[in-house]
């Protein structure tokens, strides 16, 4: 079988303050990075955070809508075959996406 692949959207409305700490939660995970990928979509420009995700080969999306247009965005431009969502203001918990990604591998035959 091959190998599953995950994608994170991160979504950002105006909340400069709490989207590296989502960021970074996504990134600090005990999957592979091969395994995975982090799209982030906010309406903002910021320098900092900008080059933060820059660095880390996170795909950052800027545009106005709705909550819905940014996650059909997201959706769309995403490579996974497991979407995974997480808001600008939520962390995960260090093994979720290698807990989520186990889960799958039982259940796809």
Same mark, same amino acid.
């Given at each position: 079988?091959?190998?599953?692949?995950?994608?994170?959207?991160?979504?950002?409305?105006?909340?400069?303050?709490?989207?590296?700490?989502?960021?970074?939660?996504?990134?600090?995970?005990? $999957?592979? #990075?091969?395994?995975? %990928?982090?799209?982030?979509?906010?309406?903002?420009?910021? !320098?900092?955070? @900008?080059? =933060?995700? *820059?660095?880390?080969?996170?795909?950052?999306?800027?545009?106005?809508?709705?909550?819905?247009?940014? $996650?059909? #965005?997201?959706?769309? %431009?995403?490579?996974?075959?497991?979407?995974?969502?997480? !808001?600008?203001? @939520?962390? =995960?918990? *260090?093994?979720?996406?290698?807990?989520?990604?186990?889960?799958?591998?039982?259940?796809?035959?």
């Amino acid at each position: 079988m091959e190998d599953l692949f995950i994608s994170v959207i991160i979504t950002a409305y105006n909340r400069k303050e709490f989207l590296l700490d989502a960021v970074k939660s996504a990134l600090n995970q005990t $999957l592979s #990075k091969e395994k995975y %990928e982090i799209i982030v979509i906010k309406n903002y420009n910021d !320098d900092n955070i @900008d080059e =933060f995700l *820059n660095k880390n080969n996170i795909k950052n999306i800027i545009m106005d809508g709705t909550i819905g247009e940014y $996650l059909y #965005k997201g959706i769309n %431009e995403s490579k996974g075959d497991i979407i995974s969502f997480l !808001d600008d203001d @939520d962390l =995960f918990f *260090n093994n979720k996406l290698e807990y989520v990604y186990n889960l799958f591998k039982k259940i796809i035959i």
